[in-house]
């Protein structure tokens, strides 16, 4: 939540109700994320009477500094001219967006925090460009494929995240948001919208995807240079590509790795791990998607000091009749490992830290006897993503 913003709710009169922070609710709430806004729920009592939002018709809201959804069928305010010391909203999972009042919205000119995460937007309106105040966007799980060009007007904007699997196109003169420190999943098509990444010096967690079917070579130099340039700040890195394996150059090539990346997803085609891999001392975190690798890979990835989390998806290693085998001695740290339509096997004294081993196979075992240890498993819901 952003520094400053209130989370008291004042209490409830028969008569009107000034509040600071409001969390409006009506049905059974889904599944909430880990949030930047936590805002007390507002229970009008019986005297009140109740609009679509839960709210009291007559609530005087001029004074609210927060205002956050739960559920799927709850409107958020039509008209925001008299709330215009919001500092935070978040309308995460409302289905309502048809009452989204875009014009006045833009009024907020103290708006800090703004989550439309998984709600049914399709895009966004210029006028996003007059929150100069802004520092936290959330468009994630919407249908929202172009960032406007507005957006670059955001100079205090800090987080931005957004886009499905295939990222967001985003509009050239990125680079002025000079405090970006998560940016993603980013849509790049050529060497310009890489190089303005490039500038983005700050970065801490970068995502970018790559739709093109075959990379240039300017392009994979470009790649190559991007890393470099941010590997003293980068800390997470996604990375997809949904065609051939002509990424692997450009990681190969990389001048100067950033080394110090603590949690790293890649999705493309690579055959064998960059050699920098074996260096990433502080990687706690590695998801794999489609790298094809070979068994040998294995013994790269067991030797990382701090890894706690590997995720072993789709076709992350060459599709044959052999286990993935996890011998004794590595992995000293790792706690967590799943792994996605593959066999494998332990060896005695292998994964001596292990407490959860997820597996997607047609059948799996509710538990695994690893080291006389009962390790627990689970099996994807029908549904489930694989890549998160």
């Known amino acids: 939540m952003p ?43 019986k005297n009140h009477k109740v609009g679509g939002s839960g709210l009291a018709s007559n609530t005087d809201l001029s004074h609210l500094r927060s205002f956050t959804v739960f559920g799927e069928d709850v409107p958020p305010p039509k008209d925001y001219r008299k709330q ?20 006045s919205f833009s009024k907020l ?28 966007f959330d468009i994630r799980e919407t249908n929202i494929r172009k960032l406007p060009n507005s957006i670059v007007k955001l100079r205090k904007l800090v987080y931005l995240l957004g886009g499905s699997l295939t990222g967001f196109k985003f509009p050239k003169g990125i680079r002025k948001l000079k405090r970006l420190a998560t940016f993603g999943t980013a849509r790049t098509r050529n060497v310009h919208s890489l190089q303005e990444i490039g500038e983005l010096v700050h970065v801490q967690k970068l995502a970018i995807s790559f739709c093109c079917s075959d990379l240039s070579l300017r392009m994979l130099e470009e790649i190559s240079a991007l890393l470099s340039k941010v590997n003293d700040s980068l800390r997470s890195l996604k990375i997809l590509h949904w065609a051939d394996r002509s990424l692997k150059k450009a990681l190969d090539e990389v001048a100067s790795p950033p080394l110090l990346l603590c949690k790293l997803m890649i999705r493309c085609r690579l055959y064998e791990l960059p050699p920098w891999f074996a260096s990433l001392k502080h990687g ?12 040998e890979d294995l013994q790269v990835m067991r030797n990382l000091p701090a890894l706690v989390y590997l995720k072993l998806g789709y076709e992350s290693f060459v599709n044959n009749d052999e286990d993935l085998v996890f011998d004794r001695g590595g992995f000293a740290q790792l706690k967590f490992l799943e792994i996605i339509e593959r066999n494998v096997s332990f060896k005695e004294g292998a994964v001596r830290s292990l407490e959860i081993f997820k597996i997607d196979l047609p059948t ?16 994807w819901a029908k549904g489930g993503s694989h890549y998160n």
């Open 3 to 45: 520094a400053g913003s209130p989370t008291e709710s004042a209490s409830c009169s028969s008569g009107s109700t000034s509040t600071d922070s409001i969390g409006c609710f009506r049905g059974r709430p889904g599944p909430r994320r880990g949030r930047g806004v936590v805002s007390p729920r507002f229970i009008p009592d």
């Open 84 to 103: 215009r010391l919001l500092r935070a909203i978040d309308l995460e999972g409302c289905r309502e967006t048809d009452h989204f009042h875009r014009k």
């Open 109 to 136: 000119f103290l708006l800090m925090y703004l989550s439309l995460r998984n709600t049914e937007l399709f895009e966004l309106p210029d006028s996003i460009g007059d929150l100069q105040n802004l520092e936290f």
């Open 284 to 295: 706690i975190k590695i998801s794999l998607f489609f790298t094809r690798l070979q068994l």
């Open 364 to 379: 799996t075992p509710r538990s695994l006897l690893v080291n006389g240890k009962n390790i627990r498993t689970s099996a």
